[in-house]
Nanobody, 114 residues
Framework: QVRLVESGGGVVQAGGCRQL?????????????VSWHRQSPGKERAMVAA????????IYDDSVKGRFTIAKDNAMNMAYLQMNDLKPEDTATYYC???????WGQGTQVSVLA
């Protein structure tokens, strides 16, 4: 059974940092690109970062460029999203996804206090 499980969400002050983790089971992460998405109330779910299999450069939404970093650890079947200099507008539920598939995690909530 394929599962993606996010963790690491919580409440953080503006300017702070948080690392989100995504554990994949049932498939080999080395064969897949992975992306992080976020959704806040009343807004569409949107991709914030993606890391690609094969070594292509990661991509970031302009709103997080320079502050967020996506990483994959294929040996551990884990993906990460390092979030620095967090802003209140980063408040959202964050989801990881195997890119180009319908496999999503259940989400983890990040709340950034002004």
């Amino acid at each position: 059974q394929v599962r993606l499980v996010e963790s690491g969400g919580g409440v953080v002050q503006a300017g702070g940092c948080r690392q989100l983790s995504c554990k994949l089971s049932g498939l080999d992460l080395a064969r897949y690109s992975v992306s992080w998405h976020r959704q806040s109330p009343g807004k569409e779910r949107a991709m914030v970062a993606a890391a690609f299999v094969g070594g292509d450069p990661s991509i970031y939404d302009d709103s997080v460029k320079g502050r967020f970093t996506i990483a994959k650890d294929n040996a551990m079947n884990m993906a990460y999203l390092q979030m620095n200099d967090l802003k209140p507008e980063d408040t959202a539920t964050y989801y990881c996804r195997l890119q180009f598939t319908n496999y999503w995690g259940q989400g983890t909530q990040v709340s950034v206090l002004a």
